[in-house]
């Protein structure tokens, strides 16, 4: 913990999920390739279920589970938060029904151009 | 090269806000007043002692059900998109039937060590997968992980043996009745209690037991089995993909 | 337990959800057993969500409070819950209904893949979710699960083209809902709720950098999700290639799903109201400017969604800004309702012509129903009504006015008349028939979606007229006849014009016999004189489809427009006479192209007229138009928006290039009606403006003087530019422009005997200029020739057609003895009174240079050779005849007895300028001198009279030798051109070159380049539209940034 000073958890959190957004985004806007924008995507999509959780983080909290050595009595005070965590493993089923589709149309893309550069997909514009 | 300088200054501008952002954020030192009156309330009002499972399930179950739906249609939309073209027969549809794989593509059969891992693995990941969707309520898991872990059952499966069979016709029974169940469930909750997806249509049984926090581990079977079921689907429809006009 | 099921679940709105899930879950195990089981589940399923919402709708509507549904049996916010309120329940029915016609016209592709099914199904349902939950991360689940199920029904066609653009609209909804899902987070790390309402309660905690940029990242992505320009080429490229069924959702469905989530949460976005509206606004007139260059008809009705949605998005905004959100319903309600209906069923009339670009639509030419259907939802679309739109936007305008928001006025109406532009541009394409189509195969079965959009468009337009207006029955009356003569389209010709002339008779004496003063006059005009001309359809005894219906509504409308109480009843019944004589000008035989030019002319006049209107209604607070006076420092502007709506409408110079086209290719007969009578409507406004505003002393002269001016040069060029006319009916058009701008000084002149001069001409011209159309229209029919030097001779074949012409000549000069002269006298005189010199003289002239065309008109048609190939020609049939005699009789009897006009005129305009007319037994008198009409006309005959004897006499003593009509040596040369044998080719060559130079086209010329310089404009504006997905996405991340930094980022 002195290595970083009193710099909080959630708040490194925070900051390689927001990282993880603009490296997400880059790959999404630089990449020509539609497997590598998935993949921009899915670093998107992490960076913003890192911000989520760290939202949820107490300090000093543990898991919101109650056994014995977080009993009923004290957890109020001992656990995190757990609506992000909730919303978290949403946000992640989500991320992963879109990547799936997301898949399958590059799959489909190649079979029909048999090409998988973003670029050359503009015949409808203007 | 210019785009990439005005991406650049684009994603700059972003990271200005971000720091904004970050410089403002401040590590909470208590529970929001939600999550207060979840871990207060949670335990005795739902009987559930991993909370994130009783938000998940019930305070939140809407969200939960439009999240086993998306995975759902997920699988459907993979399906819809990677379904084989139509070759000699027009009237049969042969994305339907199981005799899909007549035409799948041989493949480089796997390794003899990845082979045997998997015939050994395959029964306790499974069994394993079940048990994390068994206990959802009381220790961390629950519905989605349990099936992920059912599916990466099948994602070894087919690594090991890219020939093996997976029944389209189970997949589509399975997934159908357990949503089904599931919105039975949701639909008891506002005719026996207090309204759609409350847990408490069963007793709550005894708290911390396996059999306790009311419809919580139901739902949850419900989930595992159908999320397992789905994502090996769509493992399976990746495998498949047919090659398509060239 | 089943009644619970039944009263507790599947009545409530949560019902929708059980059905759509329960079904959707089902479809794919009942699929094993039978396809065709799937597909009545699914059926069952839609029809449910449409009866539960429709139900829950009722009860609400009847008094029931909003339902508030709570899930787990927990309060909110510790639950998710859902609302189903008016708003709710408006957007859901509608959702579900369009939602349920779509998989109607969309079942052939959909039936062929059980997951299409259970993927619409849930689709519809993501949309109820959206519209439902009150919990800002549900909203973002319902969200997903619409964009996923949205995404895999793209992609099911699975073309390249289709795929790509589906890719393209995956990466930027994603970057879209990965903002929101970052908005939300740091909500709920302010205000530690994740309840909407729960966040509006405790606004104050969203503050600070934090609160800024959680509220900017829901905006940026509720926003990009409603495709703002210029972030929305992914959008435009799904609705060019998607097939219609999914597009038609994306655009109603998706789209207003995403728009009520922007509303509801709205009132924690309350700081970006103005960005928001300048998003909107900008983006309804640009997407409608870019739409002006495309030609692709799915593209096409791309940038409209996007164009309405972006007025939706400037409406609400405007609403709550201007803090009147009870209008909301009106505004926001009906231009959703609009849209909705139209564009889907447009999208779906897309998908069944099934051509791309829109020239090819030219399949529909010739199919009557067909293009009544497309006329339809492209009318409503446009905001012209009865439909919801038009009610909306009048809602609209006037609020805005009344809130002082002027320049999103002229947003909001220059877009209208940008997308007028485009769409009836394609619907012109569609009117053109070409050679090379083959027929459409359109199964008229599958018209059944479309034709229900296009019933409902009625029906709620007609709800929307009830919530606005009590005199509902009277407005809808012309609609109401015209349907009724619709339904009877199928009877032969001669049978539907004589029932169109029972029931425009009936009807327009029951609805204009009561009225008093100026209105009684126009009642005799317009109505009676509309009948009078319309007894001429008779000539023609072939079907004309659609024809009789639509006359018999202009007419009517005509009727309850001088009915009209207030300026909303008098602009609906302006905008249905609009509507419906530009569909009549379609049915001429090159009457599509010039038409489209009239209808953007008269959209534009009245869309000027809107905006006077609104502008009163804010200085007032009232929308009777005897209260257009009371609008104080905004009257000179009021009047001005009015008189600049009316002076388009009449033909005014610089806005008269609809004139000749469409009096020149409308039907014939219906062309005597449109000079005759329907131009007398935008004089009958002018006047009411006039009295109304005018004639105030408050308002100061100026504005009528510049009135004055334009009047008097439009009478000039129009005579000048008749002058050198070879088309027969366009020297008549342009003959009714000049005299219409007579009438528009005499108006301008604001005195008693300037407005009698006004309304003495106004009657005549309706006399001559109706006998002259309705010869000319016997003339075209026995010659088949519009050309005036193909003609000649023709006094022997037509002799009662030549006396006709000749009278109505007469008439119309300023000749003694017939009305003509009475009429420039009175205007010589109001002019002189007023000393108004200068138009004396402009008017002296331009009636001098009438006499030249009017001369080359009766000479060349009737005398001179005559053609070999017209010798056999005969008299025009009695009854085209019938209604010029009737017309003559009309005029001799006034020439000879003015008085019986005069005295009417006089004393219904005395209650506005008082003044009154010295009579001194039969002569009028002036302080310029008298006009006795009676002697007159005894000199005049006494003068024609004895030459005429003269000559009998010396016919009967002299030997006569007849010369016959070939004998007659040519010189040694014979030219090239036949015409120009011919002495009335060029006829007053001459006089080109002296005055030519005064008519060329320039008016022509300027509306062109502006045509020119809008493409050019959005040439350029359309460069984003790359069709590559990361500069969309690009855009969507710059959206944000922008944004930011305009909302005052830097300053955090």
């Known amino acids: 913990m002195s290595f970083f000073g009193d710099l909080q958890i959630s708040m490194i959190v925070l900051c390689s999920g927001l990282g993880l957004v603009l490296i997400g985004l880059w790959g999404i806007l630089t990449q020509r390739n539609l497997i590598r924008m998935i993949i921009g995507f899915s670093l998107l999509d992490t960076g913003i279920h890192m911000v989520m959780v760290s939202i949820g983080y107490v300090t000093g909290g543990t898991a919101p589970i109650i056994n014995d050595d977080v009993p009923m009595a004290t957890a109020v005070s001992r656990v995190v938060d757990p609506v992000p965590s909730a919303l978290v493993l949403t946000a992640i089923v989500i991320g992963l029904g879109v990547t799936a589709v997301m898949l399958s149309f590059a799959v489909r893309i190649f079979r029909a151009r048999r090409t998988l550069m973003i670029d050359e997909c503009t015949e409808s514009k203007w | ?246 | 337990m089943v009644e619970g099921f039944i009263t507790q679940v599947l009545l409530q709105p949560l019902g929708i959800y059980v059905v759509a899930l329960g079904a959707g879950f089902l479809v794919p195990l009942f699929d094993r057993a039978h396809r065709s089981s799937a597909i009545l589940l699914f059926f069952l399923a839609l029809a449910g969500m449409v009866a539960i919402a429709g139900i829950n709708l009722l009860a609400i509507l009847n008094g029931a409070a909003p339902i508030q549904i709570e899930t787990a049996g927990i309060a909110p916010p510790f639950a998710i819950n859902l609302r189903f309120g008016l708003y709710e329940g408006g957007f859901v029915l509608a959702v579900n209904s369009i939602a349920l016609l779509g998989a109607l016209h969309w079942l052939p592709s959909l039936r062929q893949h059980a997951s299409a099914l259970l993927l619409y199904l849930i689709m519809v349902m993501g949309i109820n979710g959206m519209v439902m939950t009150r919990d800002l991360f549900n909203l973002f689940i319902f969200i997903e699960i619409t964009s996923i199920a949205t995404y895999a029904l793209i992609g099911m066609e699975r073309t390249g083209s289709v795929l790509a653009a589906g890719f393209k609209y995956i990466i930027a909804t994603s970057v879209a809902s990965a903002f929101f899902l970052l908005g939300t987070i740091f909500l709920y790390y302010l205000t530690g709720t994740l309840n909407i309402d729960g966040m509006v309660a405790q606004r104050e905690l969203i503050s600070g950098p934090i609160g800024f940029i959680a509220t900017l990242f829901l905006l940026t992505s509720l926003l990009i999700e409603l495709k703002p320009y210029p972030a929305n080429g992914w959008g435009l490229d799904v609705y060019e290639t998607a097939p219609g069924g999914i597009a038609a959702l994306i655009s109603v469905g998706v789209s207003a799903g995403v728009f009520f989530a922007l509303l509801k949460t709205l009132p924690l976005l309350d700081n970006y109201l103005s960005s928001i509206a300048v998003v909107g606004g900008a983006t309804f007139l640009l997407s409608n400017l870019i739409g002006l260059k495309q030609d692709n008809a799915r593209r096409l009705l791309g940038y409209s969604s996007i164009g309405q949605m972006g007025l939706l998005t400037l409406a609400l905004a405007a609403t709550v800004q201007l803090g009147i959100e009870a209008q909301l319903p009106l505004v926001a309600g009906g231009l959703f309702i609009n849209h909705l209906l139209a564009k889907a069923g447009l999208f779906w009339l897309a998908d069944l012509v099934n051509r791309n670009s829109t020239r090819d639509w030219s399949v529909l030419a010739g199919r009557p129903g067909r293009l009544l259907l497309f006329g339809i939802l492209l009318s409503a679309l446009v905001g012209l009504p009865p439909f919801p739109g038009f009610w909306a936007k009048w809602v609209l305008v006037t609020e805005l006015a009344a809130g002082g928001l002027y320049p999103w006025i002229t947003v909001v109406l220059l877009g209208s008349l940008l997308e007028a532009a485009y769409l009836f541009r394609w619907f012109t394409q569609a009117l053109q028939t070409r050679e090379s189509d083959t027929p459409d195969t359109i199964r008229l079965e599958s018209l059944l979606p479309v034709a229900l959009a296009a019933l409902l468009l009625f029906a709620t337009g007609y709800g929307m007229a009830v919530q606005l207006e009590s005199d509902t029955l009277i407005m809808f009356l012309p609609l109401l006849a015209g349907t009724a003569l619709w339904l009877l389209d199928g009877l032969p010709g001669l049978l539907k014009s004589l029932l169109m002339l029972v029931v425009v008779a009936a009807g327009g004496a029951w609805l204009t016999l009561d009225l008093e003063g100026l209105n009684r006059i126009f009642g005799f005009i317009l109505v009676g004189g509309g009948v009078l001309l319309s007894l001429a359809t008779q000539y023609r005894s072939d079907v004309r489809k659609g024809f009789y219906p639509l006359l018999g509504i202009l007419l009517l409308s005509l009727a309850t427009l001088l009915r009209a109480h207030t300026s909303l009843e008098f602009f609906f019944s302006w905008e249905l006479m609009t509507l419906s004589s530009y569909l009549l000008v379609t049915l001429g035989r090159g009457g599509a192209k010039p038409a489209l030019t009239y209808l953007l002319f008269s959209l534009a006049a009245a869309y000027f007229i809107l905006a006077g209107f609104a502008l009163a209604y804010a200085a007032s607070g009232s929308l009777e138009l005897a209260a257009l006076g009371d609008t104080g420092s905004s009257m000179g502007l009021v009047f001005s928006l009015l008189a600049a709506g009316f002076v388009i409408k009449t033909g005014g110079l610089g806005v008269h290039i609809w004139v000749p086209g469409t009096y020149g290719e409308a039907d014939d007969d219906f062309t005597a009606v449109l000079s005759a009578v329907v131009s007398k409507a935008a004089i009958f406004g002018l006047l009411l403006v006039a009295a109304q505003l005018g004639i105030r002393s408050d308002i100061g002269l100026d504005p009528a003087y510049v009135l004055g001016w334009i009047g008097m040069l439009t009478a000039t060029f129009g005579a000048l530019m008749a002058v050198f006319q070879e088309d027969i009916k366009k020297l008549l058009a342009y003959s009714s422009m000049g005299q219409l701008g007579y009438i528009v000084t005499g108006i301008a002149l604001m005195s008693h005997l300037g407005w009698v001069a006004a309304l003495y001409l106004t009657v005549n011209h309706f006399l001559f200029k109706g006998i002259l159309f309705l010869a000319v229209a016997g003339v075209v029919l026995r010659t088949s020739e519009r050309l005036m030097y193909k003609m000649g001779g023709l006094i022997k074949n037509m002799p009662f057609t030549f006396v006709a012409t000749m009278i109505a000549i007469i008439a119309m000069s300023g000749v003694p003895p017939l009305t003509g002269f009475g009429g420039k006298w009175l205007l010589f005189n109001a002019m002189m009174e007023k000393g108004w010199y200068w138009l004396a003289a402009l008017a002296f002239f331009s009636s001098a240079v009438a006499f030249l065309y009017m001369y080359r008109l009766l000479h060349t048609v009737f005398l001179g050779q005559r053609k070999l190939e017209h010798a056999q020609l005969r008299e025009a049939p009695a009854i085209l005849l019938v209604p010029q005699f009737l017309l003559i009789g009309i005029i001799m009897v006034f020439s000879a007895y003015p008085k019986l006009l005069l005295e009417p005129l006089s004393s219904a305009i005395s209650p506005w300028l008082a003044g009154n007319l010295v009579w001194d037994g039969l002569s009028l008198h002036t302080h310029l001198g008298y006009w006795n009409a009676p002697m007159i006309m005894g000199v005049v005959a006494g003068v024609w009279m004895i030459p005429l004897l003269f000559l009998l006499l010396m016919s009967l003593t002299l030997k006569i030798q007849k010369v016959g009509q070939f004998n007659i040596v040519f010189a040694a040369e014979r030219p090239h051109r036949p015409e120009d044998t011919h002495f009335a080719y060029n006829f007053f060559a001459h006089y080109d070159r002296a005055l030519g130079f005064l008519v060329k086209p320039r008016a022509t010329a300027f509306w062109n380049s502006i045509v020119e310089w809008s493409h050019t404009l959005a040439a350029s504006l359309r460069i984003f539209y790359n069709g590559n997905g990361q500069t969309y996405a690009l855009f969507i991340v710059m959206y944000l940034v922008v944004l930011f930094l305009v909302n005052g980022g830097l300053q955090l």
């Open chain 2, 1 to 246: 090269m210019i785009k990439r300088i005005v991406i650049l200054l684009v994603l700059l501008m972003l990271a200005f806000i971000f720091v904004n952002l970050a410089a403002s954020y401040s590590e909470q030192t208590s529970l929001s007043a939600l999550g207060h009156y979840y871990v207060e309330q949670g335990p005795s009002e739902l009987g559930a002692a991993n909370l994130v499972t009783a938000v998940v399930v019930t305070y939140r179950g809407l969200d939960t059900l439009g999240e086993v739906t998306v995975l759902f249609i997920s699988a459907a939309g993979v399906g819809l998109l990677l379904r084989r073209t139509r070759r000699k027969d027009d009237h049969e549809d042969l994305e339907q039937g199981d005799r899909a794989e007549e035409t799948a593509i041989a493949r480089k059969p796997a390794s003899e060590i990845v082979e045997t891992a998997t015939e050994l693995l395959l029964p306790m990941v499974i069994l394993f997968g079940i048990y994390v969707f068994l206990n959802g309520h009381l220790s961390p898991g629950g519905g989605f992980q349990g099936g992920a872990i059912i599916a990466s059952g099948t994602m070894f499966l087919l690594l090991a043996l890219p020939e093996s069979h997976i029944s389209r016709l189970m997949i589509a029974i399975t997934e159908s009745l357990s949503g089904f169940s599931y919105v039975v469930i949701g639909v008891l909750g506002v005719i026996l209690a207090g309204g759609f997806l409350d847990n408490r249509i069963i007793g709550l049984g005894t708290y911390g037991h396996l059999f306790s926090a009311g419809a919580i581990p139901l739902i949850y079977v419900f989930v595992g089995l159908k999320v397992g079921f789905e994502l090996s689907a769509v493992l399976d429809r990746f495998r498949k993909e047919d090659s398509g006009p060239l």
